[in-house]
C-alpha cells in the first residue's frame, strides 16, 4: 500500500489505542503515528549532499574536457600542415572528423579507466563518507551500473573535447600547403574557440569556488556557535534497563540513584548526572502540550507546546548550563513532595510572555495534577549547532523515574581515561548491565558536524583542482599564444615598444578572458548556489565578501598563470625573432 494509506490505517489502530487504553495514553496530551516511506528515512539526508557533490565534479569533468579541447586545438595548429597534406590525398571532412574524434575517445577511455583504478582503491573512503549520510553505505560497490557509467562518461567525454577542435580543423587548409613554412598560424575561428573555451573554464572554476567559499564560511560560523554548556571535559554513555527486571518506577529510580552516587565519589569526577537524552542527539524525544494556570486556551486556540527533559538534580552542574532564575533541582524534589520544573529562557520567553514564571504552576494532564516552576535556566544547542532552540521544560529524575537514559559526568581529567572505571561501577550495581556509545561530549559535538566539514572538504578540493586545471589552461593557451605571435613581438620591440609594455600587454589579454569567465561564472553562481540554501549556516547564497574573496582569488590565478608567458614575450629578441621568419 502507499504511504497515506498506511498513515490512514495507522492512524485508526492509534486512535483506538487511545480509547481502549486511557490511563497510558492521558487526554489532553496529542499523540499521533508518522508514517515515512523507509527509502526516504534512509537517504534523505544523504540525497542532498551527494547531489551537490556530483554537481562539482560534473564540473570539474567539463573544465578537464575545455582544457583537453583548448590542448587539442593547439595540437591542431601544429598538425595544419599534415591535415591539409591528408586532404590533398583525398580525405574527406567525416573521414578527418572520425579520425580526430577516435583519438580523442582513446584518451578519454584510458583516462576514465585509470579514474575506475583509482576510485576502486579509494572506494573504502567514500564508504565511509556516505556513512555519515545513510545507513545505506555498505551497498555502495563497483559493478555493471559503475562500468557502464564511466564508459558513459568516457563517451561523452570524448565528445566535449573532441568534437570542438574536429569541427575546427574544417577550416580551409590549402593556405598551410601553400606557405611551407616552418610556423604555422592559427585561424581566427580557432582563436575564438580557444577563447571561448578559456572563459567557459573560468565560469565554471567560478561556480565552484563560490560553492567552497560559501560552505566554508558556513562551517566556520558553525563551529563558532555557542552551544550553550560546556562540553569539555564530560564523559557520556547510554544506560537502557531490562525493563523486565526494572519493571517499576521505585526500581528505576533506586538504580540511577545509587549508580550516580557511586560515580560521583569516584576519583577524577567533579559532577555526575543522568538525562533522558544528551546534547546534540535526538534519540528520545518528547514533545507534549500544557496549560498554563490562569491561563485557560480560547476554543480553538492551540495550547502551548515544549519539549520536556528528563534529568537528575546535577545535570545543569555538569553542563555549566547557568540558572538564570531561581534554583534547579534538590535531591528532596521527590515523589512526596510537589512536582516542580525548570524552563529554558526560550520557554520562559514564548510561553510564559516574559514575565517571571518561578512560582507559577502548568498541568500536563489536563488540570488532574499541576507542576510548579522553581527556576529557569540557560538555552542549549539540543539538536544540533545548526539548529534553533527549542522550547524546553526540565522534570526532576526522581519524580519522573526512567528505563533509560545517558549519563553525564564532568571530569577533572581526560574523559575517556575514567571510562574503564565508571564500567566498573555499573557492574558493581548490576553485573549484567551493559553500557552503550561511551564517548566524550566533544566528540559527540565533532560527529554532529562531521557531515558539513567533509562536504566542505570535499568541495573545497574539487574547487581547488578546478581552480588548477584554469589556471593551467590560461597559461598554456597564454603561452601558445606568445610563441605563435614572436614576430609580430619582434616587429613591436623593433619599432619601439618596451619590455614592460608587451609585459602589460600579454597579462591583460589573458586577464581580459578571465575577467569575462568571472562575468559569466557570476550570473550562473546568483542561480546555482540557491540549491545551496538548505546546507548553509547563517550564510546567504549571495554573500558578498566570498563573491568578492574568490573573484580575487581568480583573478590572481590568472594573473600568476600568465605571468610566466608575459615575461618570455618580454625578452624575445626582435633580431632573433625577425630573422626566424
Same mark, same amino acid.
Given at each position: ?16 489505542? $487511545? ?67 591528408? +586532404? ?49 553505505? !555498505? ?126 565519589? $569516584? ?44 534529568? &537528575?538534580? &546535577? ?48 498541568? +500536563? ?19 544540533? %549547532? ?17 528505563? $533509560? ?39 559527540? !559535538? ?39 605571435? !614572436? ?6 620591440? +623593433? ?38 540554501? $538548505? ?18 582569488? %581568480? ?27
Amino acid at each position: 500500500m502507499s504511504v497515506s494509506q498506511a498513515q490512514a490505517d495507522l492512524s485508526g489502530v492509534a486512535a483506538n489505542l $487511545q480509547k481502549a487504553y486511557p490511563k497510558d495514553y492521558p487526554e489532553g496530551n496529542n499523540y499521533s503515528v508518522k508514517t515515512t516511506a523507509l527509502e526516504e528515512a534512509l537517504t534523505r539526508n544523504a540525497r542532498p549532499t551527494m547531489l551537490v557533490l556530483l554537481a562539482a565534479a560534473g564540473f570539474v569533468l567539463l573544465i578537464a574536457c575545455a582544457n583537453v579541447a583548448n590542448l587539442n586545438l593547439s595540437r591542431m595548429v601544429r598538425r595544419e600542415r599534415e591535415l591539409a597534406v591528408r +586532404a590533398a590525398l583525398g580525405a574527406g571532412r567525416v573521414r578527418m572528423f572520425r579520425q580526430l574524434l577516435t583519438e580523442s575517445f582513446m584518451l578519454a577511455v584510458i583516462g576514465g579507466g585509470l579514474g575506475l583504478l583509482f576510485s576502486w582503491g579509494a572506494l573504502s573512503l567514500l564508504v565511509s563518507f556516505a556513512a555519515r549520510f545513510t545507513p545505506r553505505a !555498505r551497498e555502495i560497490q563497483m559493478d555493471s551500473m559503475v562500468l557502464g557509467f564511466t564508459f558513459l562518461v568516457a563517451v561523452l567525454t570524448s565528445l566535449l573535447s573532441g568534437t570542438a577542435p574536429a569541427l575546427a580543423s574544417r577550416e580551409a587548409v590549402v593556405g598551410s600547403l601553400k606557405e611551407g613554412g616552418a610556423q604555422s598560424t592559427i585561424g581566427r575561428g580557432k582563436h575564438r574557440m580557444r577563447n571561448l573555451l578559456i572563459v567557459a573554464q573560468v565560469a565554471v572554476s567560478f561556480l565552484l569556488l563560490i560553492g567552497a567559499g560559501l560552505m566554508l564560511r558556513s562551517f566556520v560560523k558553525l563551529q563558532h556557535v555557542d552551544p550553550g554548556f560546556q562540553p569539555e571535559n564530560v564523559l557520556t554513555m547510554d544506560i537502557a534497563l531490562d525493563f523486565v527486571k526494572y519493571n517499576t518506577n521505585d526500581k528505576q529510580r533506586a538504580f540511577f540513584e545509587t549508580l550516580l552516587e557511586k560515580v560521583q565519589m $569516584q576519583s577524577g569526577v567533579k559532577s555526575a548526572a543522568a538525562s533522558m537524552m544528551i546534547p546534540f542527539t535526538s534519540d528520545m524525544t518528547m514533545t507534549g502540550d500544557f496549560q498554563i494556570e490562569g491561563q485557560a486556551p480560547e476554543p480553538g486556540q492551540a495550547m502551548p507546546k515544549a519539549d520536556f527533559r528528563i534529568v &537528575s538534580p &546535577s545535570y545543569f552542574e555538569a553542563l555549566h548550563i547557568p540558572i538564570l532564575n531561581g534554583r534547579g533541582f534538590l535531591q528532596t524534589d521527590r515523589p512526596s513532595n510537589p512536582d516542580v520544573a525548570v524552563l529554558n529562557r526560550s520557554a520562559a520567553l514564548h510561553l510564559w510572555g516574559g514575565k517571571d514564571p518561578v512560582g507559577t504552576r502548568f498541568s +500536563a494532564d489536563g488540570g488532574k495534577g499541576w507542576i510548579q516552576v522553581v527556576g529557569v535556566v540557560g538555552d542549549i544547542k539540543q539538536y544540533g %549547532l545548526d539548529k534553533d532552540v527549542v522550547d524546553e521544560i526540565y522534570v526532576p529524575l526522581a519524580q519522573n523515574p526512567m528505563g $533509560q537514559a545517558s549519563l553525564v559526568i564532568k571530569t577533572a581529567v581526560e574523559p575517556m581515561s575514567i571510562a574503564r572505571g565508571v564500567i566498573e561501577l555499573l557492574h558493581g550495581v548490576d553485573p549484567n548491565q551493559p553500557a552503550a556509545r561511551v564517548r566524550s561530549l566533544e566528540q559527540v !559535538r565533532a560527529e554532529s558536524v562531521a557531515a558539513p566539514r567533509l562536504t566542505t572538504n570535499l568541495l573545497g578540493l574539487f574547487a581547488l583542482l578546478a581552480l588548477a586545471i584554469a589556471a593551467t589552461g590560461i597559461g598554456g593557451v597564454m603561452a601558445l599564444a606568445v610563441g605563435q605571435r !614572436r614576430h609580430e613581438i619582434g616587429v613591436r620591440m +623593433a619599432i619601439g615598444a618596451r619590455p614592460g609594455e608587451i609585459l602589460r600587454m600579454i597579462l591583460g589579454q589573458g586577464l581580459a578572458l578571465a575577467l569575462a569567465g568571472v562575468a559569466l561564472g557570476l550570473f550562473g553562481a546568483l542561480w546555482l548556489t540557491r540549491l545551496l540554501q $538548505q546546507l548553509l549556516f547563517e550564510v546567504t547564497p549571495t554573500d558578498p565578501l566570498t563573491y568578492a574573496g574568490v573573484a580575487v582569488v %581568480l583573478g590572481l590565478a590568472a594573473l600568476v598563470a600568465c605571468y610566466v608567458p608575459a615575461r618570455r614575450a618580454s625578452r624575445v629578441d626582435p633580431i632573433v625573432a625577425l630573422r626566424v621568419e
